[in-house]
């Protein structure tokens, strides 16, 4: 099993440049997140998805837009990059029915805006 | 506003010694906290956690204690070990959906 993985692994972009950030699990979890991890901020929810067909809103949403393609798979899209957006992303996926709420995260990607 | 805080940015303590991380929160209905550790360059991996019904959860090396009148959770490490050395993160839900996290303490523990 690979757990959570993600691509690409480091992007650059230029300022206004879109792109998608792709993530995948194969540990049949319903709910997947998507975070981004700041210096000094810790990890902060940018959107989530509590089961197939469903997404809402995170603390950070704005700027991306996200789709639940299917249950493995939840993307992340920066319509148009601003350096504010400079930052590593994660996702994560976890089974809500479990005891112990715990995510399993990906490697996450490094994200720069120029 | 930071709904869940860990004051200490770092944290430095002797091989074999007890490790204390504590964390704050703010937000009387999280009913669900839980502590990751990270290594760089690699995503958080969950270590323990524990329900707002209890005050205490232990796992190995690793227990959790809860305060919820003085809104404040701590993990203790006995022994702590080299390994160990790495960010620890504190998160909290509120019903498993939404998780806030805080800012992390890098824990070095030397041999």
């Known amino acids: 099993n690979a757990g959570v993985t993600q691509t690409p692994k480091f992007q650059v972009l230029k300022t206004g440049q879109s792109m998608t950030l792709q993530c995948a699990q194969d540990?049949?979890?319903?709910?997947m997140y998507w975070y981004r991890q700041d210096p000094g901020m810790g990890l902060r929810l940018i959107y989530y998805?509590?089961?197939?067909?469903?997404?809402d809103k995170g603390e950070v949403p704005n700027g991306y837009n996200v789709s639940r393609l299917n249950k493995r798979e939840f993307s992340l899209r920066l319509e148009s990059a601003a350096p504010s957006q400079t930052s590593v992303y994660f996702c994560?996926?976890?089974?809500?029915?479990?005891?112990?709420?715990?995510?399993?995260f990906g490697p996450g990607t490094r994200l720069t805006v120029t | 506003d930071q709904q869940v805080k860990q004051n200490s940015p770092s944290l430095s303590v002797q091989e074999g010694r007890i490790s204390i991380l504590n964390c704050d929160y703010t937000?009387?209905?999280?009913?669900?906290f839980l502590w990751y550790k990270k290594y760089p360059a690699e995503g958080p991996t969950f270590l323990i956690s524990?329900?707002?019904?209890?005050d205490k959860n232990e796992d190995g090396r690793f227990t959790v204690f809860l305060n919820k009148s003085a809104k404040h959770l701590s993990l203790h490490i006995v022994p702590s070990q080299p390994g160990d050395s790495a960010v620890y993160f504190c998160?909290?839900?509120?019903?498993?959906?939404?998780?806030?996290f805080g800012t992390g303490t890098s824990l070095t523990v030397i041999p």
């Open positions: 994560a996926s976890s089974e809500r029915q479990g005891a112990t709420h715990e995510q399993y």
């Open positions: 540990m049949n979890h319903n709910s």
């Open positions: 998805s509590a089961s197939e067909g469903t997404t």
């Open positions: 937000n009387s209905m999280f009913d669900y």
């Open positions: 524990i329900s707002s019904i209890k």
């Open positions: 998160a909290a839900s509120i019903t498993g959906n939404q998780f806030y």
